[in-house]
Every structure is written in structure tokens, then in C-alpha cells.
């Protein structure tokens, strides 16, 4: 593997050694030095040394794990958080400090992001023909402040396109709690459908057929945004049992690839679970641990 300095000031790169060195095929700019054990992982790593500029440095230097003491546990943390484990459990089972897993928390969901920012980039010279989209609702602390999750899904791979989150206020009974403990509650959904159809709009083909249910304002979203698409609204049906009250009873159900999505991220991010006491605080919480799930999703559950 061809090794360059780190030292963004060193000239060690051909184009930049003096023309006699680099004429010189004996000449190396950057020669082994010795190697050091790692401890975590049990490894020998090889160490280099730049006769440029005189600095020192690894095999693990361009690593994204670089520095990390605990790098082991990263492909074990993305997993335990794709499968229902909370944060605070899986200090306990790793014998960790909780500081450590929020790190990686957030560190794992930024990469997350970023895989699947190149993701969309692959998609863009394929762009999908069908899809199913619709919201998720949740909350945050207390059932008195909703949250929706609009969700866009690959209706024939089953593939997690993009997620928005956003606020919105509460109903039924709880409006008149929420309004008295809490105020009045901004309904950001409008903004969240926005931001979704714009990220799916380079990944989408013009003659794509999108579906849905029958949520009233979900047409005026998709003419302003998608205009040549073609939208077809399926009637809403009651949850079943099973598939966390997701899965609807029906004996053909139209929206069966979003639902069946929906059912797993219900069954699969602990602060989704029905009737649970693990509940998201912050909504930059969830939008971080769905970002870890939909690139665990789309690469390992519905290929495996």
C-alpha cells in the first residue's frame, strides 16, 4: 500500500522531490520505522518515518478510527443500537463508561450520514421508478409533544430512501394538557415533507409512481415539489396485532414495504417500542439513532 505523509507542508510527493532524488530509484521519501503493539485489538502496527519533514507516523494515522482506545466496540455498538439495546444497557454489557456510548453514539451516527450522502450520490445515476412514503409518529419525553418521522421507502428492495423528523402538536385529548403544560406547539410537518422531497427529488425519475395513504395534504406537497410524478393514495386500514401496530389487516396491503418498515424500526430502536419507558429526550437523539438504523437496514437486515 503506497504510504504519504500526514504533514500537509511536506514536499514527499513525487511532484515535489527534488529532481535528482526523485531520478534516483534508491531514493524513498518514506521508510518503515520500527512498529508498536496495540493492545485492544492485539495487533502489531507498522510505524513509518518521512525523510522529507522528519515526521513520524502509523498504519492506523488515515484510519477514521485514529486515536480511538476502544475502536473494537464500534461495529458491536452500531449493532446493539440497530437491535432494541439502549444506551444506558449497553454501557453495562460492554463494561463501559456511558460517556463512552454516547460518543460513539454520535460519532457513529455522523458516519452513518455520511455513507448514505454517497449512497444518494449512487442512486442519482439510477433513479427509482417506485416508492411509498408516510409518517411515523413518536414523541419526545412525554406523549404531550409529538413528533412525526416522514419516511421514503424503496417499494421493491424495501430500501430506506430518507427520514425528516419534525414536531408537531398534540391531539385528541392530550391537546388541551399539552397547550396548558407546555404551550402552544408549532406544527413543523409542512417543513419536514419539504426537506424530504427536496433530498428525493435527484434520485427520483420523472415518470416515478409514488404512493401513499390518504393524508389530505400530502398532494399539494408533491405537486410543488415532484411535479411529474404520478401519486396514488391508498385508503388507511386498522393495525394488526402484530408488526408493533403497524402491519395493517388486510389480506393484500398496498403499502406493505413502508409498513413493514415501520414495523422494524418499531421493533428495532428501543425508543419506538410500544409501551416502553426507554423514550427519546431530544430530537437530535432520534434523528442520530435512525441515521445509525437506516444504514444498518440498508446494508446488513434486508440483505441478509
Given at each position: 500500500m503506497?504510504r504519504?505523509c500526514?504533514?500537509?507542508n511536506?514536499?514527499?510527493?513525487?511532484?515535489?522531490?527534488?529532481?535528482?532524488h526523485?531520478?534516483d530509484?534508491?531514493?524513498?521519501?518514506?521508510?518503515?520505522?520500527?512498529?508498536?503493539?496495540?493492545?485492544?485489538?492485539?495487533?502489531?502496527i507498522?510505524?513509518?518515518?518521512?525523510k522529507?519533514?522528519?515526521?513520524?507516523?502509523?498504519?492506523?494515522?488515515?484510519?477514521e478510527?485514529?486515536?480511538?482506545?476502544?475502536?473494537?466496540l464500534?461495529?458491536?455498538i452500531?449493532?446493539?443500537?440497530?437491535?432494541?439495546?439502549?444506551q444506558?444497557?449497553?454501557?453495562?454489557?460492554?463494561?463501559?463508561?456511558?460517556?463512552?456510548?454516547?460518543?460513539?453514539?454520535?460519532?457513529?451516527?455522523?458516519?452513518?450520514r455520511?455513507?448514505?450522502?454517497?449512497?444518494?450520490?449512487?442512486?442519482?445515476?439510477?433513479?427509482?421508478?417506485?416508492?411509498?412514503?408516510?409518517?411515523?409518529?413518536?414523541?419526545?419525553?412525554?406523549?404531550c409533544k409529538?413528533?412525526s418521522v416522514?419516511?421514503?421507502?424503496?417499494k421493491?428492495?424495501r430500501?430506506?430512501?430518507?427520514?425528516q423528523?419534525?414536531?408537531?402538536?398534540?391531539?385528541?385529548?392530550?391537546?388541551?394538557?399539552?397547550?396548558?403544560?407546555?404551550?402552544?406547539?408549532?406544527?413543523?410537518?409542512g417543513l419536514g415533507?419539504?426537506?424530504?422531497?427536496?433530498?428525493?427529488?435527484?434520485?427520483?425519475?420523472?415518470?416515478?409512481?409514488?404512493?401513499?395513504?390518504?393524508?389530505?395534504?400530502?398532494?399539494?406537497?408533491?405537486?410543488?415539489?415532484?411535479?411529474t410524478?404520478?401519486?396514488?393514495?391508498?385508503?388507511?386500514?386498522?393495525?394488526?396485532?402484530t408488526?408493533?401496530?403497524?402491519?395493517?389487516?388486510?389480506?393484500?396491503?398496498?403499502?406493505?414495504?413502508?409498513?413493514?418498515?415501520?414495523?422494524?424500526?418499531?421493533?428495532?430502536l428501543?425508543?419506538?417500542?410500544r409501551r416502553?419507558w426507554?423514550?427519546t429526550?431530544?430530537?437530535?437523539?432520534?434523528?442520530?439513532h435512525?441515521?445509525?438504523?437506516?444504514?444498518?437496514?440498508?446494508?446488513?437486515?434486508i440483505?441478509?
Amino acid at each position: 500500500m503506497k504510504r504519504r505523509c500526514p504533514n500537509p507542508n511536506c514536499n514527499s510527493e513525487p511532484s515535489r522531490i527534488p529532481f535528482g532524488h526523485y531520478q534516483d530509484p534508491k531514493f524513498k521519501p518514506i521508510i518503515r520505522k520500527g512498529s508498536f503493539y496495540r493492545h485492544r485489538d492485539r495487533r502489531f502496527i507498522t510505524k513509518y518515518l518521512c525523510k522529507q519533514c522528519g515526521k513520524n507516523f502509523s498504519a492506523s494515522t488515515f484510519s477514521e478510527d485514529y486515536r480511538q482506545k476502544k475502536r473494537d466496540l464500534n461495529p458491536i455498538i452500531v449493532k446493539q443500537f440497530a437491535s432494541g439495546t439502549s444506551q444506558r444497557r449497553l454501557a453495562i454489557l460492554l463494561e463501559v463508561n456511558p460517556k463512552t456510548i454516547v460518543r460513539k453514539f454520535r460519532l457513529m451516527a455522523a458516519r452513518s450520514r455520511l455513507e448514505h450522502e454517497t449512497r444518494l450520490k449512487e442512486l442519482a445515476n439510477a433513479p427509482i421508478h417506485e416508492l411509498q412514503f408516510d409518517d411515523l409518529e413518536t414523541f419526545e419525553h412525554t406523549k404531550c409533544k409529538p413528533l412525526s418521522v416522514a419516511l421514503a421507502v424503496n417499494k421493491k428492495t424495501r430500501e430506506i430512501l430518507s427520514f425528516q423528523v419534525s414536531r408537531m402538536p398534540a391531539s385528541g385529548r392530550l391537546a388541551k394538557i399539552s397547550r396548558k403544560k407546555y404551550g402552544a406547539r408549532k406544527d413543523e410537518r409542512g417543513l419536514g415533507w419539504t426537506r424530504l422531497f427536496e433530498t428525493l427529488k435527484p434520485i427520483v425519475s420523472h415518470e416515478a409512481c409514488i404512493e401513499s395513504d390518504q393524508n389530505p395534504h400530502y398532494p399539494r406537497f408533491l405537486k410543488r415539489h415532484l411535479k411529474t410524478v404520478r401519486h396514488i393514495r391508498h385508503p388507511g386500514a386498522r393495525g394488526a396485532i402484530t408488526g408493533q401496530g403497524e402491519l395493517k389487516k388486510l389480506v393484500f396491503d398496498p403499502l406493505f414495504a413502508l409498513n413493514h418498515t415501520c414495523a422494524m424500526l418499531r421493533a428495532n430502536l428501543n425508543r419506538l417500542f410500544r409501551r416502553t419507558w426507554c423514550t427519546t429526550k431530544t430530537l437530535e437523539g432520534l434523528i442520530d439513532h435512525l441515521s445509525i438504523y437506516l444504514r444498518y437496514h440498508n446494508t446488513v437486515l434486508i440483505r441478509s
